[in-house]
């Protein structure tokens, strides 16, 4: 140091380090072929009286910065004051932030296998530069998409799929957000391209194992069912990409947004890759369920165009052809197995079922009730998976109609209830071809008549659709009560109805006789039905000693069917019989005398109408009770807006996606141990079997209710918790 200001001016030594004196020496450091070495308190001393400079616009940083490696990183990671050896990068190279926390990760197993790499995220090496080396010297704020195909391939040369499969977890959800959030493909393209090469192996698989999507690694896909993966994870096929143990949330992320990504780059899903072969005994008519698509298909249309435009812009204009080639078979005995598209694994079990898409073919038993007929039937409009609430929507048409709601009726709720419109005049009406409902020819000696098939059925998608004034003229059929399999299902079917013109006398042949409709249900209708709405102050309790007595009395004999008891004593009451002894037990006898319906028409009204209002009421304390235990969003009343005269009268969604059904059975007497069940409800609680209960509400008093469940009341009845009578009404 010279002392001697004297001397200082005649050698000429500077007093002041200018900033240009600071990037001069910056340019010499980075043209040194020395190696060198800094601390990370000199480097940001030196970095800030740069950007000082900068802020005084004495120098351009940008012109500077960014055309050179200007910026020192540390190779290891040390004390800020200690010396250690660094490398000079360009802007481009670095980045301030890395949100997933790859970066951090990757560092860190390095430093494990004691090896040096430049430290490229600044934020942890200079901390109070953010805005200087950002702003002003060009440094992106986040890493770029190549910048994380480089962090994930040196993380795979570090580090065991199953150590940070997280990370790479986390590093997708941010391309999912970067890539779909922006107009410009370039990154996606980059990410697919890479993913094709050998080398580029940074996907991690349940074998510990990474892997590229280059042929030679075969087939790689993830899961998207939990079911599926066991019956193909220790399949040499096919390799399963694993992100480790992931949250609900994180879950949701995955089917949603990191789905999509994987979709483009040309990672499939585990169901996409896997088809369902069917494997059946015998075969039978098919009449029944052919119309009953056929006749349901304008709705189908409909429904699809109004809640799912996307998908029915796509069906009409990629995969129209499906419905001219579909073809339904109905067999005696239907199973499947899981087989791998273009490989020849499968699962080593095989499944039961009632319903299965498979190509162009839709099989099902004679059993399968509509409900899982129109779920499959959903998969071809949805890219093979099932949609619930496009066969809940179905259901309920069909439902209504068979029940003898008029057309105007049903296309009312149709349009008001589900909103769902009628197609634009525009739109060509879908239909299937015209052997979709063929003439059945049985196997031996069974009489058996064609049934003209409904012109609906006439495929002619490429020619502006004639519509017709909407009367129905052909749905359901003539011999609809005498059809086959009408036991079971019932099934009913119409044509479009685009208006509201109406042909009702050809709507239904009639009452249908073997379907029994009580006091109730008669009642009520869209005429008389009226809204309920409870107050928050209704007190209601859960009686659940039914289901303790059903736990602990597990060693009651189990019938194979529920016993059906009819019972006529002197005063018109009917006795439960103890089917072990076949003498009348103890339970109590009720006078049921006053409880039928009075010659009186005016009587007769009240009674109806006191009846509704008790059934509407009880059906408000069901919900208010499930709501309150469930939360509002997984339960759905279906009669709140207008009465559907569906066999329940709540649908209950679990975390699982699984469907219960309730129907609602109301009293105002509390010592009345019966009531109704119309042979269409106790039918369906048969079909659902644990997935449907009964609800039944006692309201007692003002604002009290007490409520029962009776969970698969076909179990109930085996059991002997419930007895199944019939009753023989006055005339």
């Known amino acids: 140091q010279v002392s001697s200001g004297s001397l200082r001016n005649v050698i000429g030594f500077k007093t002041n380090v200018s900033h240009s004196d600071a990037l001069m020496t910056l340019n010499l450091w980075m043209t040194s072929q020395v190696p060198f070495s800094a601390s990370v308190d000199q480097m940001s001393k030196f970095y800030t009286f740069v950007s000082e400079g900068a802020a005084d616009a004495k120098i351009d940083i940008k012109r500077e910065f960014t055309s050179c490696s200007s910026i020192f990183t540390p190779l290891i990671r040390a004390r800020s004051s200690e010396v250690v050896h660094g490398k000079f990068l360009s802007p481009k190279d670095l980045y301030w932030h890395d949100p997933t926390g790859c970066s951090e990760t990757t560092e860190e197993f390095v430093l494990v296998k004691n090896r040096m790499f430049p430290r490229r995220m600044l934020c942890s090496t200079y901390p109070n530069l953010c805005e200087f080396f950002t702003e002003a010297c060009g440094v992106p704020k986040v890493p770029t998409t190549a910048d994380y195909v480089e962090m994930l391939l040196r993380l795979s040369k570090v580090a065991l799929p199953s150590q940070v499969a997280h990370q790479v977890f986390r590093v997708f959800v941010r391309w999912a957000t970067d890539i779909h959030s922006v107009s410009d493909k370039n990154d996606l393209v980059y990410v697919k391209d890479s993913l094709q090469k050998l080398e580029t192996t940074i996907l991690p698989t349940l ?13 790689v896909c993830w899961s998207d069912d939990d079911e599926l993966k066991q019956h193909f994870q220790n399949c040499i096929d096919v390799d399963f990409i694993q992100f480790g143990t992931l949250s609900s949330e994180d879950k949701q992320i995955l089917y949603g947004r990191v789905a999509a990504l994987m979709k483009s780059l040309g990672i499939p899903a585990l169901s996409k890759v896997v088809h369902r072969e069917a494997i059946f005994y015998g075969t039978a008519d098919n009449r029944e369920k052919a119309t009953l698509l056929c006749g349901l298909l304008p709705y189908m249309q409909r429904y699809i165009y109004k809640t799912h435009r996307d998908a029915y812009i796509n069906f009409q204009q990629n995969e129209i052809m499906k419905l001219s080639n579909l073809q339904i078979i109905v067999v005696e005995k239907l199973f499947h197995k899981y087989m791998l598209k273009g490989h020849e694994s499968s699962s080593k079990k095989r499944f039961k079922c009632h319903c299965l898409l498979q190509g162009n073919i839709l099989y099902a038993t004679q059993e399968a009730d509509s409900h899982s007929l129109f779920l499959e039937t959903s998969r071809i409009f949805f890219d093979g998976s099932p949609d619930l609430h496009f066969a809940n929507f179905l259901h309920m048409v069909k439902t209504m109609a068979i029940s003898g709601t008029s057309a105007e009726q049903v296309e009312s709720f149709v349009v008001n ?15 299937f071809s015209s052997s979709f409902v063929p003439e059945f020819v049985p196997d031996q000696g069974v009489d058996s008549k064609p049934v003209e098939t409904s012109s ?11 519509r017709s004034d909407g009367t129905v003229s052909s749905w359901p059929p003539n011999n609809w009560r005498t059809a086959p399999d009408f036991r079971t299902s019932r099934r009913s079917q119409h044509g479009p109805l685009q208006d509201t013109k109406v042909n009702n006398d050809n709507w239904l042949p009639g009452p249908l006789q073997d379907i029994e409709v009580n006091d109730v249900e008669l009642t009520n209708t869209e005429d008389n039905w009226f809204p309920v709405q409870l107050d928050e102050d209704w007190v209601i309790e859960e009686d659940t000693s039914l289901e303790s007595n059903l736990h602990t009395e597990s060693t009651v004999a189990t019938l ?17 019989l103890d089917l072990g002894t076949g003498s009348p037990s103890e339970t109590e006898v009720m006078d049921f005398s006053d409880k039928m319906p009075n010659t009186s028409e005016g009587r007769e009204r009240l009674r109806a109408a006191q009846l509704l209002k008790t059934g509407r009421v009880g059906e408000a304390v069901a919900y208010k009770h499930l709501v309150e235990r469930l939360g509002a969003k997984n339960v ?39 009531f109704y069940i119309t042979a269409r409800e106790w039918q369906f609680a048969l079909e659902k079997g644990d997935d449907f209960s009964i609800a039944r509400v006692m309201v007692s008093g003002e604002k009290m209710a007490n409520i029962k469940m009776l969970k698969n009341p076909h179990k109930l009845c085996q059991k002997k918790m419930l007895h199944l009578a019939l009753l023989i009404a006055r005339r």
């Not at 194979?560 to 439960?576: C, K, T």
């Not at 059904?661 to 105002?668: D, F, G, I, N």
């Open 417 to 431: 209830n589900q909103n769902v419109p009628a197609l634009p005049e525009e739109e060509a009406v879908w239909s």
């Open 560 to 576: 194979d069917e529920p016993q059906m008891v009819m019972s006529i004593n002197a005063d018109g009451a009917p006795a439960y």
């Open 456 to 466: 609906a059925c006439v495929l002619n998608i490429h020619k502006q659709h004639q």
């Open 207 to 219: 074998v510990d194992k990474w892997v590229s999507l280059h042929p030679s690694f075969g087939l």
């Open 636 to 674: 759905r009343w279906v009669n709140a807006d207008t009465e559907t005269g569906l066999p329940y009268d709540i649908i209950i969604t679990r975390g699982d996606n699984r469907i219960e059904y309730v129907e609602v059975k109301a009293t105002t007497t509390s010592n009345k141990n019966w």
